[in-house]
């Protein structure tokens, strides 16, 4: 884990960042921007000051379970580490248990946690796979992350619609057809309508 980030210091780095673009930090609507910057910038990599450990908290359960376990359409929100810009979507997380299940909140923390770091979703995807595999040894783990990128559509290339989709697979997910095949379907197939 790292330090603590110093509020005041980002503060300032706010107000520096305002003034090479060519801003007045003392305009009247930009007195509050670095604050609500440094704020905003704690909030956005919070994950560097959380561990996996602790986000568990114990909750691993010895279960005879061992059909597939999926989580899906959990929302993420990340920073590109090569722009400063986010990128968001859904992320999907399957694992056969191998006599340990994990309390169901505890995957989206998960996600959460390593999604507040500056990012590339590849190592994201892979982290989170390698979270889950580290603390169930689970028969099999699958990751899929589908994400819009703000570093294409708002510069550079500034393509409007289009996705990245990326996996990680371990265990049987990787090794048998089937499993991963049951898996993709389950992650595409749309969400049923709750009344």
Do not use: W
């Not at 597939?68 to 990340?78: D, G, T």
């Not at 994201?124 to 595999?133: F, R």
């Amino acid at each position: 884990m790292k330090p603590e980030i110093n509020l005041e210091k980002l503060q300032s780095i706010g107000a520096t960042l305002l003034t090479e673009i060519g801003e007045d930090p003392q305009r009247e609507g930009l007195l509050k921007t670095p604050d609500r910057f440094a704020r905003a910038m704690r909030d956005l990599t919070a994950g560097y000051h959380q561990n996996v450990e602790k986000i568990v908290n114990g909750a691993i359960f010895h279960e005879e379970y061992s059909e597939m376990v999926v989580v899906k359409n959990i929302e993420f929100y990340s920073m590109c580490e090569h722009h400063l810009l986010p990128f968001f979507g859904t992320a999907s997380v399957a694992y056969i248990p191998n006599g340990k299940i994990i309390g169901l909140s505890k995957i989206p923390r998960i996600i959460n946690m390593y999604s507040r770091r500056l990012q590339v979703q590849e190592r994201l995807t892979d982290e989170i796979a390698n979270a889950i595999q580290s603390l169930l040894e689970p028969k099999g783990v699958a990751v899929m992350l589908e994400a819009v990128h703000l570093c294409m559509m708002m510069r550079g290339v500034q393509v409007q619609s289009s996705d990245m989709v990326t996996s990680s697979m371990f265990g049987i997910f990787r090794d048998n057809i089937a499993t991963r095949s049951e898996f993709m379907n389950i992650v595409k197939k749309p969400r049923s309508s709750r009344s």
